[in-house]
């Protein structure tokens, strides 16, 4: 027996033991663990358990051992578990005893070598009443085992009262259930089931809903004194409920794993060689031998038509189907050997694609498919990469999209600077249609470049998107710059756009999205930070109660590194002046403003609303963009941004962005530093499409002012340039100027009344001329322009594209006096809580 042992695998298997022998160790740079599935959760520290058919990681006992944000507390849970054939980890957690007792200080670790298996094992520090009671975990893995088998025991004088229950964190698509004395949960599409077995066999664990789903156990599956508590647990991985059922019902009849390879019929294009996405249901011959499955059973394939499942022995029919080809249905024999069984569908229905610019290079593109005779198609779920719901992404502009036979119209498209082409198809069976598209790219945005500062994917831990998907989708609405802002955890997009070879179309950093309570104010950006791979946080900071606190630990983050630090969806009203939002003034959080360099105050639709008054309704007075003019009135110049916070991948990305000024029109160019520079100094326009440019000339200043500049006029005139774009598919028809926060009844321009000032409806220029603004105070001037009763559906779907289209500058602060810009301390009509009346 050892304690917290610090070796490698390789030590461990220089003993001599058979090749199916179970190991431990502590995972280090040299003894990573081969497991795959996008919720893989192991750090450096972590444990990790496995033989030939299963791997598993156990996290460190550490008080500060997180998994994600919203799994926390989890240290000596199973972190990872799954398969190593297929590896596909799915799992969030298996938390003994579901957190109430905290596994948090390492040298209480035992793990060692029990006969034929290994094991691992801690006490616990804390109990749930911080009494002198205490849980032990132990696990325990055989060598050849395709289970874990998990123990508890609780000790003290609440072992005779404790409800026995673990937890289970299995998010986004799971189902939980039981059967045949197993409880499981299982992710159809995402190919993993866990099973929970107790081995007395008395009847399956029960489940109780919650977040962890509560792993209830009986009194029949314990062993109970007036000191004592014991239950164990068997965990198993699996593909799929058949998969699970077929080994934990008949394990004397070794069932053994078998490979499905669904494959197009006839020969595809080059690259496009699998049926995506298939379904398999399989049926046993003879359903009445024992041990074979009597019903139907549905297996998922991967993205390359793969699915494994383990079987019993015996004679079985599997019907393979997928989207745009007719179903086949192969009879074969199963035995105790692993074996592989193809399906070669018939020839596809659908289409094929080549995406161009104008330049003849084939660019990342996004279809957006619409059946025009039947319901949408649906290729995956929204969390998933490349073909997502009625989306197909193709980051290199080739497209092999098979389509059941119907009418349909298809939108390509690529973000708001490229014109989208539609084009209508009536797809016949067996029959793929070729064609090429042209997008160009029309809209001159020479000198600005568009980004997405918030994103999350699945390492977040409050989705499960995949986060290859995530860059999918950033590189087919064309944003040239996003940062990569999980949730609690310093990550990256880097390894994804290098496995596109497509480095080179979206400049990427390392960042964080630091989240925290009470929301929504304890939410903070940053980037650049360093992350250090497979540490805990990826080496970032701690998440506090208390915002003040947590934004100064962000920015101080790495030795006070220049970075950019961004407030996210803030309320703030309680910042300024109302910590309780009591609705009494007192110091809320305003220390914060002093290490925030950007705002998000989205939605800007807001900044066409009536300002509320005193009796309007909590969330009317909540808005962002109204509470930020207020700051920027009290004189806290801080810019604003707008971002998609997207945590799903169907049109997640793209509908909201900013174009930020850059010295470069290559993504491959883009230098972090001066993003941060430029966004720091609000040189900023915010638009879910609209192309908005935005410049102001006086007699003081020769060049043009952009926005976030300080422009003097001594005399109060201002030449305010306004030019607005948009591609073929969205469209603006008002122009508004704002003074210090309020619309100018002056300067107030629509294609009604003012008809000469806006281009021809299917031009590029929607708006193209200079203002004469006459200013009689120290003024911050913005610009908004809207489509009114207009959206943009076909390109950007039902949810995001019902919104008009809409972009707002950030303001040119002009000084009339030259002594200075001076705010006007003007609070909207609207009380803001602190400032001064």
């Known amino acids: 027996m050892s304690k917290a042992p610090r070796f490698a695998c390789a030590i461990l298997l220089a003993l001599p033991i058979t090749l199916s022998a179970a190991e431990i160790c502590v995972i280090q740079p040299e003894s990573e663990p081969a497991i795959f599935g996008k919720e893989r959760d192991w750090i450096y520290g972590d444990y990790l358990m496995t033989n030939d058919q299963i791997s598993m990681v156990i996290a ?39 957190g109430r007792y905290l596994f948090r200080e390492p040298t209480r670790v035992e793990t060692g070598r029990d006969g034929d298996a290994v094991f691992w094992q801690c006490r616990s520090s804390r109990s749930p009443a911080n009494d002198t009671s205490t849980a032990t975990v132990r696990y325990r893995l055989a060598d050849g085992n395709a289970f874990v088998e998990a123990t508890v025991k609780i000790e003290g004088d609440t072992a005779e009262s404790f409800i026995p229950f673990d937890g289970v964190r299995a998010d986004g698509w799971f189902k939980f259930e039981t059967a045949d004395n197993t409880a499981f949960c299982a992710d159809a599409f995402f190919r993993q089931t866990i ?88 049926r046993s011959v003879d359903a009445t031998d024992s041990g ?59 289409f094929q694609a080549e995406v161009n610019d104008e330049q003849h290079e084939a660019i990342p593109v996004k279809a ?97 998107s995949d986060q290859y998907g995530r860059v999918e989708n950033l590189l087919c609405e064309h944003l040239e710059f996003a940062p990569c802002t999980e949730h609690n955890r310093i990550n990256s997009y880097a390894p994804h756009l290098k496995k596109m070879n497509l480095s080179h179309l979206m400049a990427t950093c390392t960042g964080i999205e630091l989240t925290g309570s009470p929301t929504p104010v304890n939410h903070q950006n940053a980037f650049p930070l360093r992350h ?11 998440a506090s109660f208390n915002p003040a606190v947590q934004i100064e630990r962000l920015a101080m983050w790495d030795k006070e590194s220049k970075k950019l630090v961004q407030m996210n969806h803030p309320d703030l009203h309680q910042i300024y002046g109302d910590a309780n939002t009591d609705g009494m003034s007192d110091a809320g959080f305003r220390e914060m403003l002093r290490w925030t360099d950007v705002i998000e105050v989205h939605p800007l639709e807001t900044i066409f609303q009536d300002i509320p008054n005193k009796s309007s309704s909590g969330r009317r007075r909540k808005i962002a963009m109204l509470q930020w003019l207020q700051l920027l009135n009290q004189g806290h110049r801080i810019p604003g941004v707008i971002n998609t916070d997207s945590h ?180 909207l009509d609207l009380p803001l809580p602190g400032a001064e009346e």
């Open 60 to 98: 460190a006992p550490r008080a500060t051992r997180d998994a994600n944000m919203t799994i926390r507390n989890i240290g000596g849970s199973i972190l990872d578990l799954t398969l190593n054939h297929p590896s596909n980890d799915q799992l969030g957690a298996y938390i003994p005893t579901a």
């Open 195 to 282: 099973g929970f077995k107790s081995p007395t066999e008395q009847g399956p664990p029960t489940w109780k809903r919650g977040r962890p789903y509560q792993l209830r156990y009986t009194d029949a599956h314990v062993e109970r004194t007036s000191e004592r508590l014991t239950w164990t647990v068997l965990l198993h991985p699996a593909t799929s409920p058949l998969d699970l059922l077929s080994v934990v019902k008949n394990s004397n009849l070794s069932p053994a794993m078998h490979t499905f390879q669904v494959l197009p019929g006839t020969q595809p294009p080059e690259g496009f060689d699998s049926v995506n996405r298939a379904q398999i249901i399989l």
């Open 292 to 350: 074979r499955p009597d019903e139907l059973i549905t297996l998922q394939t991967d993205d390359q038509g793969v699915a494994h499942a383990r079987l019993v022995p015996g004679s079985y029919v599997a019907v393979a189907s997928a989207i745009g080809y007719d179903s086949v249905e192969v009879g074969f024999d199963a035995s105790g050997d692993k074996g592989n069984v193809t399906l070669p569908l018939a020839a596809a229905s659908g």
């Open 368 to 464: 957006t498919i619409y059946s025009l005779d039947a319901d949408h198609p649906k290729f995956g779920l929204s969390s998933t990469r490349t073909f997502i719901e009625n989306c197909v992404y193709s980051v290199h502009g080739r497209l092999h999209c098979p389509l059941d036979p119907g009418q349909y119209e298809i939108f390509f498209s690529r973000g708001p600077e490229y014109n989208s082409e539609s084009r209508k198809l009536e797809v016949v069976a067996g029959q793929m249609l070729l064609f090429k598209v042209q997008l160009d790219r029309v809209v001159d945005t020479t000198g600005w470049i568009s980004a997405d500062l918030h994103s999350h994917s699945s390492p977040s831990g409050d989705n499960t």
């Open 532 to 542: 250090r791979w497979r540490t805990q946080n990826g080496g970032g900071p701690r």
């Open 648 to 827: 799903y991948n169907h049109h997640g990305s793209g509908w909201r962005r900013n174009w930020f000024a850059c010295s470069t029109d290559d993504p491959a160019n883009i230098s972090t530093d001066e993003m941060v520079r430029k966004i720091e100094a609000g040189h900023i326009v915010m638009s879910n499409g609209p192309f908005l440019s935005v410049s102001g000339k006086s007699g003081d200043r020769k060049d043009a002012a952009i926005p976030g500049d300080d422009l003097v006029a001594k005399d109060g005139n201002v030449s305010l340039k306004i030019r607005v774009q948009c591609p073929n598919w969205l469209n603006v028809n008002r122009v508004q100027v704002f003074i210090n926060g309020r619309p100018s009844a002056k300067h107030n321009y629509t294609r009604k009344n003012s008809s000469d000032l806006f281009g021809d409806q299917n031009a590029v220029v929607k708006f193209d001329t200079a203002l004469n603004l006459t200013l009689e105070e120290d003024s911050h001037v913005i610009v908004a322009t809207i489509g009114e009763d207009l959206t943009m559906e076909d390109v950007m779907g039902g949810r995001y594209g019902r919104r008009p289209p809409i972009a707002v500058s950030n303001p040119i602060f002009v000084d009339v006096y030259g002594n200075g810009f001076q705010h006007n301390s003007d609070q």
